[in-house]
């Protein structure tokens, strides 16, 4: 009569290293989520002051407490209704024309030079894509002096154009995502168009434009975030003291004088929590295609 074989339990051994790597394991885990809301606490804390603040009944800046004693909505009231100091209307549309045209321009010079390092086959391209890259790796304010001298030359200071070119004279060498984006459209695609006897510009806007929703949405809200959140460059150009020429980092900025700010903090805090909306709004609509965008160029670019 054969006899009934049973299985044996792990030695203890096995059983006592299993369970330290589960214990390490939840402990790690645990650890990164700490630093992770650690973090976020930190990061909030400001934005929830600028909030609270923004809806004080206080006008001065009020260091005392967290929250403030009292709530109104006065000061957002205030903001629209300019004087010799706010002009926020003014300045808000100031600052949507000059992120909508460099948007615009800024979206056609990244999509256009991604789709030549990424189709292209001519000479010297990798030495581009290199100096290009290099080139990223110096900050902007380096070439501050220069680029106002040559803005005064051309009569180019204290103007909005002049603000335009600047935000989009170099907006091309970022194009290294988009480019990571292109690498992964088919290239059947376009060999079969050029059979057809598409050229290059129909390849561009006909196949390759159709299928890099994703990438191009990516780019659309790089390109509109550097001008509607820039106060360097606005603050360098625009420095005549015309404030109907103000964007809203600047004009905002202008309320923190000392003789202005005991009046106007609250006010100052409240354009800066109307700024944040349109953005914001833009961002969580496009969420989806940004994150792909931006995880696609990543693989190759």
Not at 256 to 276: A, R
Request: hydrophobic share 50%.
């Amino acid at each position: 009569m054969m006899k009934a074989t049973t299985v044996n339990a792990a030695p203890p051994d096995v059983s006592r290293t299993l369970s330290r790597a589960k214990s390490r394991k939840t402990g790690r885990m645990i650890g990164h989520n700490v630093i992770i809301a650690v973090l976020a606490v930190v990061w909030l804390i400001p934005i929830i002051w600028l909030v609270c603040t923004a809806f004080s009944a206080q006008s001065g800046m009020n260091t005392s407490t967290f929250f403030p004693a009292e709530w109104s909505v006065t000061h957002f009231v205030k903001l629209f209704q300019p004087d010799t100091v706010n002009q926020f209307p003014r300045w808000f549309m100031n600052t949507l024309i000059i992120a909508c045209a460099t948007c615009v321009i800024s979206t056609c010079f990244v999509l256009m030079v991604a789709y030549a390092t990424s189709f292209g086959k001519f000479k010297s391209r990798k030495l581009l894509m290199n100096i290009a890259v290099i080139l990223n790796l110096f900050p902007g304010v380096l070439t501050m002096i220069a680029t106002y001298f040559i803005l005064r030359t051309f009569g180019l200071t204290n103007s909005h154009v002049g603000l335009i070119l600047v935000y989009s004279a170099s907006s091309g060498l970022g194009y290294l995502i988009c480019k990571g984006f292109f690498d992964t459209v088919p290239r059947a695609l376009c060999e079969a168009a050029r059979l057809d006897g598409c050229n290059e510009a129909r390849i561009f806007w006909n196949i390759i434009i159709p299928t890099s929703k994703p990438i191009i949405v990516y780019t659309v809200i790089n390109s509109f975030l550097t001008p509607w959140m820039d106060f360097v460059y606005a603050k360098m150009i625009l420095n005549a003291g015309i404030s109907e020429y103000y964007t809203v980092a600047v004009g905002l900025y202008n309320m923190l004088e000392k003789s202005l700010i005991n009046s106007y903090f609250t006010i100052f805090c409240c354009g800066g929590v109307l700024v944040s909306v349109p953005i914001s709004i833009l961002f969580f609509i496009m969420q989806k295609f940004y994150v792909e965008g931006i995880t696609a160029g990543a693989v190759k670019g």
